[in-house]
């Protein structure tokens, strides 16, 4: 029998978002509660790096545990079964969470374009080899390649580097004017300077722009990656194809709640509310724009959520500052349409049930394509081919129903609450 | 310090720092492949965050576990291709 | 814009295209019209199952039939309708079940179809993930499983092949003496339309005695050998039979894939396609009882789709008596996957004026017009 616990507030996920969310949220009184479904909190950027915590993640959890609330990880929300009610997986079962209040910091993930080879082991995404790296992959004298678009590709080169891996190609499908306007467009955020310089420094050299990959190869991983460059076609030999092209929301959460949704991002109203009353966004799920962006909207969705309003609105200012920087990103980082046409027939596009793009190119679209084939219908859930076929086919989002990440069938027959 | 365990991949035993993810221990040990696909392909980590589900391996007698969401325990049995 | 066909089947579900596939071989003017995708209303949500089913005689005949002609299309089939011959082992939980299953078994037996009694043993033999104890079972090996959405793709490209046309996207208002008016207008005139709108056959053809019955389904990741028989619960007869407001019974597919498909359930409760958690519940909590390890099993999605249900649990295939060139082809409840060819079948018999290989006045407006 699932217990059930009792919050005024509950935070969905420990990311930035999430753990700026908790803090405001408290108001010395009232009864806050964090969950995660990673095993420890940060989210995807701050992310532990081979045991060690991040500083900011450090002192945001020292902080929550000073005033009672710790982070629960390791839970994931399957099911909202009734208004007020959260069901959460975890490895020894599931719970009910019951609030009064709902904030949604579910983050991002990686956009994946399919490609001939993108399926090879150790082909992986960006902040994909990243978490890898950080949850213990040695890649010390490793040949690497990351390519694809967006901000992460420095980081990720550069951090790849420090720890001992050999970068050999960093391809950014972004035009390079588009690049030289965001830079310059970084100007106007002295707090992002050092960690621009610094990475500029590190790989900036490295950086090609309009560029992007083509194909990988290998036997049975990658061994090398073809890359169509201004100056032309290069084959590149590697051990490692980091590649992904910016983020998607993950807002399956918000959707499965009947929050509504433009382009696939959670609208929400000045205060982080959505369009349903007691549920709160923020962070990534209403628009990629980045730590300092999410800290900011967790920091406006705790104050109101929590019912200081007045304190929430002296923060909008910090927001339009940091909106602006994600409007930059999205203009800068979009993936270009020549990206549509690197699949072949064979290439496989949804990797859960191994189908290709021949079967998906016919007349019928989206749900019809998807009943024939089985394409979106494996344990991602369509995680991985629905923005992928969203962008190669303009599909939309297919419906949302529960569970949210697969479960044990047992876990589908345990509903009833030991206390009410 | 993180301690030192001990981890067996398939016929292989490996040692890791604690707290190394069973996806990283299966790449340490030499092995790109965590599982086969529905024709076949060898498969390995894709999203390192627990959404593609490509990591999944067996981890002592669960099959269908994302290693990448999972850390090493000192004697855990770890089959891969399961 | 009028054009003429020999024959229009409204509805592009299995049904509707096992009579386009039928009639496509005996007329050449076909054209099926369907306003969604082609399968995806019932047939998405049917398991799949080709079952000789003994509710009554009227459904056995139809039944039997078409599995038999199911049995001549699989050799043509394309591989992705995944037909497979792993047979039904009907599960008796105790003795008042097992009471039951000599008489299945010889009724089988003495219309000519294989079927062999398990003893409790046999069967914790022959499916090890069932809970031990199980008084026995009928094995009817003769059964079979496909994946529907294929093969109603399948049945539709032969049809096309002999000249049928498909129009998609556009509903039907109207369907009155042999003219067929679509939502924008266009009207086709036929000598024959086929009603086989499944659950919506009523909103064209008032009167039909046609309601939705809500089932869910769930699918599980691969676990390749863990189920070998389609297995069904005897009880499965009493849920499906008795039109109580709700029921589940025990009901588990290995899919090609690997996958186990479990079922069933059944409630009345409009066209709401919410899932329904507590009855899921139930359904899960009946499926434990046979299968107690299989809550260990990863449940990846649950779905849920509307069976067409008559008040006699027959579907109705016939002419219409108000409408001498109005053919209906609907009310398949449970058991549309298995009886959508023979339905195709009678349905182009009729067309064609010849008699059927089996009896079809219990299909006809004799025996289902007639509310039970």
Known sequence: MPEVEKYDVLVVGAGPAGLSAAFNAFTGSNRVGLIDDNPAAGGQIYRPSQGKTHPWVGMSVALLDKVGITVQCGLSAVDAPDPGILAVQSFNGKRLLRYEKLILCTGARELFLPFPGWTLPNAMGVGGLQALVKSGLDVAGRRIVVAGSGPLLLAVADYLKKHDGLVVGLFEQAPMASLKQFGLSMLGYPSKWMQGLALGASVGRMLRADSWVVEAGGRSRVEWVKARTPKGEEQIECEYLACAYGFVPSNELAVLLGCATRNGFVTVDDLQQTSIANVYCAGEPTGIGGVDLSTTEGRIAGLAASGREDQARSVLGRRERWRQFAANLDTTFAPRPELKDLVTPETIVCRCEDVTAARLSSPDCGRAAKLHTRCGMGPCQGRICGPATKFLYGWDQGSVRPPLYPVPIAALADSEPTNG | MPDKITVKIDDTTIVVLAGTSVAAAILNSGRAKARRSVIGEARGPLCGMGICYECRASVDGVVHVRSCMVPCADGMVIETDA | ?372
């Open chain 3, 1 to 372: 814009m009028v054009r003429n066909f020999d024959a229009i089947i409204v509805g592009g579900g299995i049904v509707g295209c096992a009579c386009a596939y039928y009639l496509s071989e005996k007329f050449r003017r076909i054209l099926v019209i369907e306003k969604g995708e082609i399968g995806g209303g019932a047939t998405a949500a049917g398991m799949g199952h080709v079952v000789v089913m003994d509710d009554s005689p009227a459904q056995f005949a139809l039944t039997h039939y078409s599995q038999q002609l199911w049995n001549s299309l699989y050799p043509q089939l394309s591989p992705d309708c995944e037909a497979r011959l792993t047979g039904t082992l009907w599960v008796a939980a105790d003795e008042e079940e097992f009471s039951h299953v000599e008489g299945k078994r010889q009724f089988y037996q003495s219309h000519a179809v294989r079927a062999e009694v398990l003893s409790g043993e046999d069967v914790a033999k022959v499916e090890p993930s069932l809970r031990k104890g199980m008084a026995g079972g009928l094995r009817v090996p003769g059964d079979s499983v496909i994946y529907p959405m294929t093969a109603t793709v399948w049945l539709l490209d032969q049809a096309r092949r002999n000249g049928a046309e498909v129009l998609q996207g556009k509903a039907v208002m109207s369907i009155r003496r042999g003219v067929v008016e679509l939502e924008d207008g266009t009207t086709f005139e036929a000598e024959y339309v086929v009603n086989a709108a499944g659950g919506h056959a009523p909103h064209l053809t008032p009167g039909l005695p046609i309601e939705p019955r809500k089932g869910h389904l769930i699918i599980t990741d691969r676990y390749p050998g863990y189920v070998h028989h389609q297995l069904i619960e005897l009880g499965y007869l009493k849920s499906a039979h008795e039109m109580s407001q709700e029921s589940v019974a025990f009901n588990a597919q290995p899919r090609a894939t690997g996958q186990i498909l479990l079922g069933s359930s059944r409630q009345f409760v409009g066209w709401n396609t919410e899932i329904d958690r507590r009855l899921v519940e139930k359904m899960v909590k009946r499926a434990l009882l046979y299968m107690p390890e299989i809550g260990s099993l990863s449940a990846i999605r649950i779905w849920a789709g509307f069976r067409a249900t008559t008040p006699n649990k027959l579907p109705i295939i016939g002419r219409s008596p108000d409408d001498p060139h109005l053919l209906i082809a609907a009310g398949h409840e449970g058991l549309g996957i298995t009886t959508s060819v023979a339905t195709g079948r009678l349905i182009a018999d009729i067309a064609s004026g010849v008699p059927s290989s089996i009896d079809r006045t219990p299909y006809g407006p004799g025996g289902s017009y007639q509310h039970a």
